[in-house]
């Protein structure tokens, strides 16, 4: 797995995950904000299986 998404990006998904996670916590959004997991657990490896299938890289710093 290389790295295929951007700082900014990373950082985004991480705070938007955490949002969801915690209204989904306080019941304000139901049980849907438990996808919040995938936006975290993405922004945390730096990796996305949808963007490597379909050639996406919006990290600079490509690692091999």
Request: net charge positive; proline share 5%.
């Amino acid at each position: 797995m290389t790295t295929n998404i951007g700082g900014i990006e990373r950082i985004l998904r991480i705070v938007i995950g955490l949002v969801l996670i915690a209204l989904a916590a306080t019941g304000e959004v139901g049980v849907w904000g438990w996808v919040g997991l995938l936006p975290v657990a993405t922004g945390l490896m730096g990796w996305c299986p949808p963007y490597s299938l379909l050639g996406i890289n919006t990290c600079k710093n490509r690692k091999v």
